[in-house]
């Protein structure tokens, strides 16, 4: 039997290697691109890439979304059955500091996917989105139901715009998309860019950390073997057209084109106070904290509606926080080689 090929883009980031193995060992046959940018430490994409190419069934080609003519020869080489856009660039505050970043990767380059899968065309076009499009939203838990047009920040203004840009595709040529609304995703191999992962690094080193907001803020943190959960269950359920969609009654999240949006999240906020509180207790040491005013482009709550999800593929993230971030903190100690 011929196994069903996937092109995960953004593979050595966080979440794209830790889906990537999970899909080669479910016998998908997985190419990977990346262009192993440095705007996190590099060596640990590389470290994570070395853990896939240890696998049968995974081939990876150093390139950049943004080499238009690169992605072309390679979907026209390989042809796909899905792919899974994961490559983009990341970070909130760093937006702010580097606007031109988020244009290049997050526009140019998801344009130049959309383009490749409308010439070759694939099974079901997944991509990631954010919880950060709900940007000053007050209602909650966020729901793929309300308005999404009040972004604080450019990288969430680029993830909405990934999902305007998507619906157009989906309705002009029938490309299924389906949109990913990650929710502050967080595990071992994770982000040093992350909360999560600078706070134990802080913490272990004796550091202060900086609590925004005076921890006056809540995080639907969800553990990464959710969030893959959830990717795999959707690849097959390539959302088809209703040509009865009516936005009056029907769900903002479907649509008359092949398109759909889901959030994927933990629907479980979590204090700002109470994770740094369960990450003292899994180091075994006390944070040393810096108490400070809120950040511009920071949001003070995110809490995931995931009942569409739970319908559709009958599941929903339950990793607690407390398992999560023992996790985490054993295989940093463990990846660091750290001794306390």
Same mark, same amino acid.
């Given at each position: 039997?011929?196994?069903?090929?996937?092109?995960?883009?953004?593979?050595?980031?966080?979440?794209?290697?830790?889906?990537?193995?999970?899909?080669?060992?479910?016998?998908?046959?997985?190419?990977?691109?990346?262009?192993?940018?440095?705007? +996190?430490?590099?060596?640990?994409?590389?470290?994570?890439?070395?853990?896939?190419?240890?696998?049968?069934? !995974?081939?990876?080609?150093?390139?950049?979304?943004?080499?238009?003519?690169?992605?072309?020869?390679? !979907?026209?080489?390989?042809?796909?059955?899905?792919?899974?856009?994961?490559?983009?660039?990341?970070?909130?505050?760093?937006?702010?500091?580097?606007?031109?970043?988020?244009?290049?990767?997050?526009?140019?380059?998801?344009?130049?996917?959309?383009?490749?899968?409308?010439?070759? &065309?694939?099974?079901?076009?997944?991509?990631?989105?954010?919880?950060?499009?709900?940007?000053?939203?007050?209602?909650?838990?966020?729901?793929?139901?309300?308005?999404?047009?009040?972004?604080?920040?450019?990288?969430?203004?680029?993830?909405?715009?990934?999902?305007?840009?998507?619906?157009?595709?989906?309705?002009? +040529?029938?490309? &299924?998309?389906?949109?990913?609304?990650?929710?502050?995703?967080?595990?071992?191999?994770?982000?040093?860019?992350?909360?999560?992962?600078?706070?134990?690094?802080?913490?272990?080193?004796?550091?202060?950390?900086?609590?925004?907001?005076?921890?006056?803020?809540?995080?639907?943190?969800?553990?990464?073997?959710?969030?893959?959960?959830?990717?795999?269950?959707?690849?097959?359920?390539?959302?088809?057209?209703?040509?009865?969609?009516?936005?009056?009654?029907?769900?903002?999240?479907?649509?008359?084109?092949?398109?759909?949006?889901?959030?994927?999240?933990?629907?479980?906020?979590? &204090?700002?106070?109470?994770?740094?509180?369960?990450?003292?207790?899994?180091?075994?040491?006390?944070?040393?904290?810096?108490?400070?005013?809120?950040? &511009?482009?920071?949001?003070?709550?995110?809490?995931?509606?995931?009942?569409?999800?739970?319908?559709?593929?009958?599941?929903?993230?339950?990793?607690?926080?407390?398992?999560?971030?023992?996790?985490?903190?054993?295989?940093?100690?463990?990846?660091?080689?750290?001794?306390?």
């Amino acid at each position: 039997m011929v196994k069903e090929k996937i092109l995960i883009t953004g593979v050595a980031g966080f979440v794209g290697f830790s889906l990537a193995q999970v899909l080669i060992n479910e016998s998908y046959s997985v190419v990977g691109i990346d262009n192993l940018n440095d705007y +996190y430490d590099k060596e640990l994409k590389i470290n994570r890439l070395n853990q896939l190419r240890d696998m049968d069934g !995974f081939i990876f080609f150093n390139k950049d979304l943004k080499n238009k003519n690169e992605l072309d020869s390679l !979907f026209e080489s390989e042809k796909f059955d899905y792919v899974i856009n994961l490559a983009a660039q990341a970070g909130v505050r760093y937006s702010i500091e580097n606007p031109f970043a988020y244009l290049d990767s997050n526009l140019t380059g998801f344009l130049n996917i959309l383009e490749t899968c409308r010439r070759y &065309p694939v099974k079901h076009l997944l991509y990631a989105s954010s919880s950060s499009v709900y940007g000053g939203n007050k209602v909650v838990p966020f729901s793929t139901n309300h308005n999404v047009d009040h972004p604080v920040s450019l990288y969430a203004a680029t993830k909405k715009s990934n999902e305007l840009m998507a619906h157009t595709y989906s309705h002009l +040529y029938d490309i &299924p998309t389906t949109g990913l609304r990650f929710f502050t995703v967080y595990g071992p191999w994770g982000r040093p860019d992350m909360a999560y992962f600078s706070f134990t690094k802080d913490i272990i080193e004796g550091n202060p950390i900086k609590v925004f907001n005076h921890g006056k803020m809540e995080r639907d943190f969800t553990y990464i073997d959710d969030i893959v959960e959830g990717i795999v269950k959707l690849i097959p359920l390539a959302p088809e057209k209703n040509s009865d969609w009516d936005e009056s009654v029907d769900e903002l999240g479907a649509s008359f084109a092949p398109y759909r949006v889901y959030n994927i999240g933990n629907n479980s906020p979590v &204090p700002l106070m109470k994770f740094i509180n369960v990450l003292e207790e899994k180091i075994g040491k006390e944070a040393n904290k810096q108490y400070m005013e809120m950040q &511009p482009g920071d949001v003070l709550r995110t809490y995931a509606d995931v009942s569409e999800l739970e319908r559709d593929i009958d599941f929903k993230p339950s990793t607690s926080i407390e398992d999560g971030l023992g996790k985490f903190v054993d295989w940093y100690k463990e990846y660091y080689n750290v001794k306390l």
